[in-house]
C-alpha cells in the first residue's frame, strides 16, 4: 500500500527544481503542442488541387488518357485514395458504410463508349453533389485481351480524375470486384 504524503516543504521543491536543471531539464516556454515535422509535400496534392480548381466543369476534352494502362485481374480488388483523406472516411467506403446516389454500369460499351460514358457520368454527379457513386466495371476480358479490358481503364481513369477522392470495389452485395465505390469531392470543395 502507497501512504500519502502531505505538500512538500520548499526545501524539497529547491532540491527538486535543482535535480531537473542539473539533468538538463529546461522550463518550457509555451503551453501549446509542437506539432512536429510538416508532412512531407511531393507537390502532388498541390498539382491535383490546382488541377481541380483550374478546370472549368463545360470542358469538352478528355480528362483521361488513352495510354497504356497496367492491366488488373478480374478477382484483384480495386482500391486508391487522395494522399490527405481521413482513414475513418476511407475505412467507412470500404465496408460500404457511404451510401452511394448513383450508379452507372458499363457493361456492353466500347472502351471509347464507357470513358465517354463515365465522364459524363462523373460531371453529372459532381453537378448534382453527390458524395458516392457506384460504377460497374465488370471483370470480362475481351478476346483481344488478356485482363479485363474496362476495369483495367477504369481503374486508370479515375486516379486522373481531380474531383474523385478515393474509389475501392464494392461489397459482394454491389458488385464486389466488378464494381466500385466512388468518392466524390462536392463541387466548390477544394
Given at each position: 500500500?502507497?501512504?500519502?504524503?502531505?505538500?512538500?516543504?520548499?526545501?524539497?521543491?529547491?532540491?527538486?527544481r535543482q535535480a531537473l536543471e542539473e539533468a538538463g531539464v529546461r522550463r518550457l516556454t509555451s503551453d501549446r503542442a509542437d506539432p512536429g515535422k510538416p508532412r512531407r509535400d511531393d507537390g502532388r496534392l498541390a498539382q491535383r488541387r490546382v488541377a481541380a480548381t483550374a478546370a472549368s466543369p463545360d470542358t469538352p476534352s478528355s480528362r483521361t488518357s488513352d495510354g497504356r494502362v497496367e492491366p488488373v485481374?478480374?478477382?484483384?480488388?480495386?482500391?486508391?485514395?487522395?494522399?490527405?483523406?481521413?482513414?475513418?472516411?476511407?475505412?467507412?467506403?470500404?465496408?460500404?458504410?457511404?451510401?452511394?446516389?448513383?450508379?452507372?454500369?458499363?457493361?456492353?460499351?466500347?472502351?471509347?463508349?464507357?470513358?465517354?460514358?463515365?465522364?459524363?457520368?462523373?460531371?453529372?454527379?459532381?453537378?448534382?453533389?453527390?458524395?458516392?457513386?457506384?460504377?460497374?466495371?465488370?471483370?470480362?476480358?475481351?478476346?483481344?485481351?488478356?485482363?479485363?479490358?474496362?476495369?483495367?481503364?477504369?481503374?486508370?481513369?479515375?486516379?486522373?480524375?481531380?474531383?474523385?477522392?478515393?474509389?475501392?470495389?464494392?461489397?459482394?452485395?454491389?458488385?464486389?470486384?466488378?464494381?466500385?465505390?466512388?468518392?466524390?469531392?462536392?463541387?466548390?470543395?477544394?
Amino acid at each position: 500500500m502507497s501512504r500519502r504524503r502531505g505538500t512538500p516543504d520548499e526545501e524539497e521543491v529547491s532540491l527538486f527544481r535543482q535535480a531537473l536543471e542539473e539533468a538538463g531539464v529546461r522550463r518550457l516556454t509555451s503551453d501549446r503542442a509542437d506539432p512536429g515535422k510538416p508532412r512531407r509535400d511531393d507537390g502532388r496534392l498541390a498539382q491535383r488541387r490546382v488541377a481541380a480548381t483550374a478546370a472549368s466543369p463545360d470542358t469538352p476534352s478528355s480528362r483521361t488518357s488513352d495510354g497504356r494502362v497496367e492491366p488488373v485481374r478480374p478477382s484483384e480488388a480495386l482500391d486508391f485514395a487522395v494522399p490527405d483523406l481521413p482513414y475513418r472516411t476511407r475505412s467507412s467506403l470500404k465496408r460500404g458504410q457511404i451510401d452511394w446516389e448513383a450508379g452507372l454500369d458499363l457493361h456492353g460499351y466500347t472502351l471509347d463508349e464507357a470513358r465517354h460514358e463515365l465522364e459524363e457520368f462523373l460531371r453529372e454527379a459532381r453537378d448534382n453533389r453527390m458524395r458516392c457513386v457506384l460504377v460497374v466495371h465488370g471483370k470480362a476480358w475481351t478476346g483481344m485481351a488478356d485482363h479485363p479490358v474496362i476495369k483495367s481503364h477504369v481503374n486508370a481513369w479515375l486516379r486522373e480524375w481531380p474531383t474523385v477522392l478515393a474509389f475501392c470495389s464494392a461489397r459482394d452485395i454491389d458488385g464486389g470486384t466488378g464494381a466500385i465505390y466512388v468518392l466524390l469531392r462536392r463541387r466548390g470543395e477544394v
